[in-house]
């Protein structure tokens, strides 16, 4: 999602077209669309044949306030163009990267999918759609009531990237490269935002030193030995520390991490 001066900074980085494309190459291809909004109307196109071409061509010579494109990876629901992103009842419209089991049978049932089903039931029990996206894990971008938002309540999973540039404001699933990438933050999670909202970046969580704490239990063991069950418990710290430095740029749940072997008795 990104409102007009954000469509500029991406076609001076990459072409709007081309950074639709990356995009469904690397996180979508199952049918795309757009949306974008303008005092209050909302302009909404999508399709299993529409190119990324033709929505960077509409985009581009439309007058908006903030528009949004999604590219679809199937989950829940079958590859069709009502199964496309986005969605919209009223004055209510979303998108959503991820995937919500919890709705998931309700969706199967009603031939639709998850994120259809989140506004559906929204519109059903007369939610604020911008509330209620809140109560679940993936990555929701939308309007409401002329209003756009975007909601990453999980702490796992869907990336969301976010740049500002004077009054330039785009979020996107991942910049790939250039001034956008390296200008660009990763909200704090949970994240909830509205336009004229502060995003505050996501803290690096820090890794505790795993290593030198193991080899400081050894050695104030002097029966401590460098045998073969002491190399493996190493060998299963180092692979911890590995993991955690492949995916730094997310928040670590560290409980998560599979360090059963820690409990040493050396």
Known sequence: MFNKQGEKEINKIYGLTNFFNMLEKSNGGNGNG???????KITLRKGMSLTCKDIAGDIMQADYDWAIFHTRIASIGS????????????DKLIAMNGTERDVGFLARQLGITDTETVLQLAHKFKFDISDYVQEFGSVFVGFEQGVPFVSAQGKWGNNLAYYKNGDAEVFASEFPFGELKTRSISPQRPFFWQEG????AQKKAKYPDYVNAFNSKTKKNKSASTGWYEQYQM?????????FEAEQDEKVDFSKLDYADWNLEV
Not at 79 to 90: A, D, Q, V, W
Not at 235 to 243: D, F, L, T
């Open 197 to 200: 909202s502060k995003v505050v």
């Open 79 to 90: 590859l069709e163009y009502k199964n496309c992103h986005p969605f919209k009842i009223g």
């Open 235 to 243: 060998s299963v710290i180092e692979r911890n520390q590995a993991k």
């Open 34 to 40: 757009m949306a974008y909004i303008k005092d209050g």
